[in-house]
C-alpha cells in the first residue's frame, strides 16, 4: 500500500508565502512524476506544478513565477514553494504521485489535500 501525507496548507494574507509538502511512504519501487493539483469551490481540479524523476519541471500559467516545485527523492517527498500568494489561490491542494510498487506496475495516487486560504 502507499500513502500520501501533505502537510503546510493554512490560512495566509494575499503578498505571504506558504510551503506545502507531501510525503510518499509504503511499498514503493521507484517514483516517476510528482505534483501539485488544486480545486476551488465550485471549480473543477486544475494542474499547478509537475516535476519529472529527471527533474523537469512544468507550471500552470497562473502560478509562473510565484511558484517553485521541487523533490527529494532520499525522503520521498515533494515541495511546493507558493510566493506571493492571491486570494484566487485559495483552494484545496493535492499531491499526486505516479510511481511503481514493483518494477512491473505504474500507478497514480492522490494525497487527502490541504487547503489553502489567501485573504486579501
Known amino acids: 500500500q502507499v500513502q500520501l501525507v501533505e502537510s503546510g496548507g493554512g490560512l495566509v494574507q494575499a503578498g505571504g508565502s506558504l510551503r506545502l509538502s507531501c510525503v510518499a511512504s509504503?511499498?514503493?519501487?521507484?517514483?516517476?512524476?510528482m505534483g501539485w493539483y488544486r480545486q476551488a469551490p465550485g471549480k473543477q481540479r486544475e494542474l499547478v506544478a509537475t516535476i519529472t524523476s529527471g527533474g523537469s519541471t512544468d507550471y500552470a500559467d497562473s502560478v509562473k513565477g510565484r511558484f517553485t516545485i521541487s523533490r527529494d527523492d532520499a525522503k520521498n517527498t515533494v515541495y511546493l514553494q507558493m510566493n506571493s500568494l492571491k486570494p484566487e489561490d485559495t483552494a484545496v491542494h493535492y499531491c499526486?504521485?505516479?510511481?511503481?510498487?514493483?518494477?512491473?506496475?505504474?500507478?497514480?495516487?492522490w494525497g487527502q489535500g490541504t487547503q489553502v486560504t489567501v485573504s486579501s
Open positions: 499526486n504521485v505516479e510511481l511503481r510498487t514493483d518494477r512491473f506496475s505504474r500507478n497514480n495516487y
Open positions: 509504503g511499498t514503493i519501487f521507484s517514483i516517476n512524476r
